[in-house]
């Protein structure tokens, strides 16, 4: 057995930044009882390199060991165990810690254990994680699908509204139901957790929240069953609505990024945002950030010397080049799908009170649908949360080609069931908790995607399939 003490873990530094000058009276009982308090949570995954995320309380050191299950030759590889120093203790106690595991085989099968300070913490269900097998220049792209929701409440009854709890008390059913469909990752859409008023007024109740909800007892099953990548939206950035100027919106930020392991958080020219970008299959995914930048939905659009943006200047460049970078030299053959993914509607024009679509940002929406069109980039579906229903959006003379938004919203915090204004581009709306699920299957010539949602008990509530050949730019198009 290999035992590897790599650099200091990635995750330290900007923690660090946080901790300075602020001492929790949670941060006194540090190794007081080494325990895990959530996870594990498989986090991003590359054809070499798997993220494993979990979360400690009081503890020095965390190890992880791993081996390979599926050797070629049939041989029993040795195991390779990686120790961490456990970080200090957060403002709310705990001590999130991510694992980048790597250089692993392509295309091949692991399993894990988790020990703290030595002893062991198992997981009475399988802890297992997969490599990504590489099909470029080899095969036909692999069949995939994922599943994808926004706007998880957990209730925390001190802290909730009196009467009715907001959440739908389903978690018990949703998150094994999710955990057993067989997808190949989960996308968050925003309001991955909920800050209620008593935890956005400070740095402990922000990070009292997260971690609250991550450590929901019926979540660690599905955290561990697949791949999770995340974007957030207002509730896990600060209040209702919440724009740049938020005052908390670093501690927030850190927050985010402690419990989220995401391959990268916003560039090197905007290390302060979150957004980033992966690949699966012959999809990307270019997963957006609509709060580090935004300017207040009210703000007028011809307010002088102040253009209204949600993404903002620095973000709306990275996703032209994300975009334009489709057609460039035979990325166009491995990479068929866009999925712009983002926290609060794209294509939405109904501008009811309350909605922070970006109808608000007409401008900004604009300028992008702009860049596609100049570009001849077909193949773009937006997906998006926030609404607290569900639903498809079919959008045609936008493009050459009919444009599509995926909406997946409410998971557990309350379903939106007034009546919903009419808009000739719905094709189907759900409106009560749920969650959705993309499949992309087919050969070269015939991918097609179908787009469904479900119960909590996995029933299909809504359905609709395409051909992403009727997503492409057409040849004859300008």
Known sequence: ????????????????????????????????AARLVAGPMLGYQTHREVAVWLETEGAREVSLTYVRADPPDGSSPAPVTVTLPAPPPSPAGGQPVKFILGPLERGARYTYTVAIDGAPAPRPYPLAFRTTAQHEWR??????????????????????????????????????????????????????????????????????????????????????????????????????????????????????EAYWPNQTFGTPRDPHAIYHRFQWADAVFLVMDNRTHRVDSTTPDDLPGYPKHQYGPAQLRWLKQNLASRNEGGARRHQRLTFVVTGSQFLAERHYPGSEDHHRYQAERAEILDFVRANKIGGVVFLSGDVHFSEVLRREGLLPYPLYEFTSSSLTAGAHTRALPADPGRVLAVQRNNHCRVAVSGPPGARRIVFTSHDEAGAELARHELSVADLAWPADAD
């Open 139 to 256: 095969r036909p792209a692999p069949d995939f699908s994922f599943l994808f929701g926004s706007c998880a409440y957990f209730n925390d009854a001190p802290y909730d509204r009196p009467g009715k709890p907001y959440g739908s008390g389903r978690d018990a059913e949703l998150w094994p139901t999710m955990a057993a469909s067989g997808a190949d990752f989960m996308l968050w859409l925003g309001d991955t957790v909920y800050l209620r008023e008593s935890d956005w007024s400070s740095a402990s109740g922000i990070w009292y929240r997260f971690r609250a909800d991550r450590s929901t007892p019926s979540l660690q099953p599905f955290l561990a069953a697949m791949p999770h990548y995340a974007t957030w939206d207002d509730h896990e950035f600060g209040p209702n609505n919440a724009n740049a100027d938020w005052p908390l919106a670093h501690v927030a930020r850190a927050a985010f």
């Open 1 to 32: 057995m290999r035992r590897l003490l790599p650099p200091v873990h990635r995750f330290v530094p900007s923690f660090l930044v946080l901790l300075l000058g602020l001492v929790s009276p949670a941060a006194s009982t540090a190794f007081a």
